[in-house]
Every structure is written in structure tokens, then in C-alpha cells.
């Protein structure tokens, strides 16, 4: 599966942005579905999960209560909703699938950057 992601931009902090990776190639429904971040000299960071099921999700404390993530089989998108963004959230994000029935298929999207600055 290919995967694109938007939605990227400067945000002022308390401010929101919505993210979204769309698959080309096949649906997502057989994938679990990440996000993740990279800071400048900082390592790549997992910012939430959903399995394929859309049952569970996964936030790491830093960003929990704040971040949201849904995803449409449907519509192969899979989104990431930030709320109370803080300059600490500064990152390129990334998404990612992983196929449930061959954990060694994983796919990556682009990255796009978002910048949380006054």
C-alpha cells in the first residue's frame, strides 16, 4: 500500500490541525494504522495507533487527551486530530501501515511538517 500524507502547516500553540494519510494501491482495512513524529536531531517518536479493527488506539502520554486518531476503511484515510498544539509538537509526522497477516510489509507515508509557533 502507498501512503500520502496532508494536512501539514503553522499553527499558532493552543491551536488544532487535522492531519490525514490516504492509501493508494489497496483499502487499509488488513493494516494497523500509525502516526509518528520526527523533531529536528530528535528520534522518531510513535504518536498513536489504531488496530484494523478501529477498536483499539494507542497514545503515549505526551500527547493523550490532545491527539485523536479515526480511520475509514471506505475511504482508505486515516487521521490524526490535534488539539492544544504546543510548540513541542513541532515535528514532521509520518504515517504508517503495518499488514496484520505480513508484519514485514510496512509502509510509510511522505511526512509532512507541522510547525506550532506564534
Known amino acids: 500500500v502507498q501512503l500520502q500524507a496532508s494536512g501539514g502547516g503553522l499553527v499558532q500553540p493552543g491551536g488544532c490541525r487535522r492531519l490525514s494519510c490516504t492509501a493508494s494501491g489497496r483499502t487499509i482495512s488488513s493494516y494497523n494504522m500509525g502516526w509518528f513524529r520526527q523533531a529536528p536531531g530528535k528520534e522518531r517518536e510513535f504518536v498513536g495507533g489504531?488496530?484494523?479493527?478501529?477498536?483499539?488506539?494507542y497514545y503515549p502520554d505526551s500527547v493523550k487527551g490532545r491527539f485523536t486518531i479515526s480511520r475509514n476503511n471506505a475511504k482508505t484515510t486515516f487521521d490524526l486530530q490535534m488539539n492544544s498544539l504546543k510548540p513541542d509538537d513541532t515535528a514532521v509526522y509520518y504515517c504508517?501501515?503495518?499488514?496484520?497477516?505480513?508484519?514485514?510489509?510496512?509502509?510509510w507515508g511522505q511526512g509532512t511538517q507541522v510547525t506550532v509557533s506564534s
Open positions: 504508517r501501515a503495518l499488514n496484520i497477516y505480513n508484519g514485514d510489509e510496512v509502509s
Open positions: 489504531i488496530r484494523w479493527t478501529g477498536v483499539n488506539l
